[in-house]
């Protein structure tokens, strides 16, 4: 029997199962059910990772299994014994042995490794028994050690496929998601013949704009010739996160959905940017990435999936593995293949275009010679979203990169450096007939309602007008339409600038939706304008739309919940939390409050751990964290826990009965007067991204 089973083939045979069995555990199933479990922290695809594991696991099964088959009798016994041990050790340590380190999250945390002394020795006993056990088959089942071993190893492998399978069916959006990039290809780049241009400069206000005609040494008629200034224009929303998409696709946010199901919807309707795709006219949105959705890429020729790109292959090759070994390899190991996810990060490429980085994008414009002008495509659309008047204010009167600044300045510096590109323009015989439109997102003042709006079309070069029409930048997407076709109704509202400015009815109905109150309240709040944007009085509210329903859900342990644009967090939020941004969410004055009914507590928990991810700290400020009333956290807050975040450890024994974890964050040196206020114009403390709870 021994001499039968020395034989190649089945030297082959049981050289590939055991192979198999480890490989499959270590270099396919656990990279990819790594991912499922973790891709809210991996910005690439289940898709561009796929392809790199079969490779390496393809290599590695030939190459592992010529290695332990090819050799004979006790070498070869011994190598398929070692290996099926490690296999077997991999498998239970990767899905059943791991326990929480520090934090429990890979985020930047240091983890003691001392403070694990006797969970390893543990996990290495654990170890020892399964390198042992494939030896003691072989002597205590002389005759079918090799079956047994294949058997189990064919066994494990088989319900590691349906687990992997099952967790792939209910995963789909997480195996299906895609990350899109606004890159900053052909940012200066316009056509020879036709070019449509929109400036949107954010929280430009219409009395900023007034402000600035007003105490300018420009020469802004001359520089604007041929322009009309709108000064009756009904922003789509406020602030960037509701307004910007709104006016780029007319549809508008109403909490009916979370807000990233929202933006993929958005996108995966017949926008004005398939029909310029269709028409051939290159159109380009120089945005941030988090406005796009699926629908964008290839219509909007700047964005990108970034799962595809070689980027992620770099980051699966570089970290994915490093984390897998992590999880998988004993204990005494890990501390070597330790790392923060946010490491993923590192391979991502440096050409995503940011609307908060002016200095930057007027510096490589001049260092361009401004604009390219090619005959490589008829028709050319470019829409710049930039900081306009949003703080902080980082450009002076001269349009360069300046640390004091002020909104005045910041205003007079985005015209100098705008009035240059249109210089450009003109110096190039590209001016007369181009269509160029200056705006905003939202505006600033009040509910941030009332924006600038300034329109030149193709064929207008002279004067300077203004009017006092009913506007909306709700008219964008079917005005940017009507440049390239006659059938633009069937766009947002259907109605463009130029018809609005025309309109004979003073009062034309508007509606604006404003991100608006705070902590569990956070809302959409709906207005009707029937008079004029400037005046607050004739903004009258017709709805509020809430996330959830405005219905407060019992709290899963285990699941992470948004501070940002999704906005899941807040329903637990009953005191001292601003509404979110849509990147973050502040805790403002000095009393915030958290009130969590927690769903299901385990029997053996000792401890619950709660973790903050956060934005940024305004300002070193000493803050205490009490948990249903006892004190778990006091220290001088500062931006080191934008790397190792918040960690509350809440004893399970200061829980009550009905599971209700009640957190209050404490911040002693703002000054109770503050509690008076409306909580948006408190003192901001910190700001959160996203929280877990989780028991140990």
Known sequence: MEEKDNKLKHRLAFGLSVSLFFVFSLLIFGPLSLYISGSDDLWFSFNALLLPVLIVSGIALVILTLVTSLPTKKFHKILCCLVFGVALGLYIQGNFFNIRYGSGVLDGS?????????????????????????????????KHWRKILMGVSAAIVLIQVITLSTLIIQNNDKINKITYDATREGIYDLSKKDN??????????????????????????TKLSGFTEYTNTLSTGARTIIGLPAMLTGEPYKKDKFYSKYIEDIWNKETVFDMYDEKGVDARVFTDSVYFGKGAVNTVKNVVDKTRSSDSYKAMSKTMYKYTLYSYLPHYLKKYFWLDTADFNAYKGDNTYSSANDPKFYREYFEN???????EYDSAV?????????????????GEKTKNSTVEDQVEGEFFNVFKMLDDLREAGKYKDANIIITADHGDYMYGQHQILLVKESGSDTGYETNDASM??????????????????????????DEASKN??????????????????SRIE??????????????????????NGGKIDEYKLDTELSFTGDDTATMYCTEGFGHSTGFRTPL????????IPIEKIPNDADNLNVYFEVYSVEDETPCNITANGEEIFNKTLSNSLKTNGINLKVPISLIGDDNTLTLDFNFPDIDESELELDTNKRTITISFIKFKIYAQ
């Open 472 to 497: 909306t930048t709700f008219d964008l997407p079917s005005t940017l339409a009507s440049y390239v076709t006659d059938d633009y109704k069937s766009y947002s509202t259907g109605i463009t600038f």
């Open 382 to 398: 470019r829409i710049y979203h930039l900081a306009g008047a949003h703080a902080p204010f980082n450009l002076d009167r001269n």
């Open 504 to 521: 004979e009815k003073p009062n034309r109905a508007r509606y604006f939706y404003l991100n608006a109150g705070d902590n569990a309240e």
């Open 110 to 142: 240091k983890i003691v490794w001392s403070d694990y002394t006797t969970y390893g020795a543990i996990d290495s006993a654990m170890w020892a028994a399964c390198l042992a056990l494939p030896f003691a088959f072989v002597m205590v089942f002389k």
């Open 526 to 547: 709906e207005y009707k304008c029937t008079g004029h944007a400037s005046k607050k009085d004739d903004m009258k509210l017709v709805d509020c739309y809430y996330v």
């Open 588 to 595: 403002r004055g000095p009393h915030s409050q958290m009130v």
């Open 369 to 375: 010679d401004g604009f390219n002008y090619t005959d």
């Open 196 to 221: 449509t241009l929109v400036f949107i400069l954010d929280t430009l206000d219409e009395e900023y704009y007034q402000n600035f005609k007003n105490t300018t040494k420009q020469d802004y008629e």
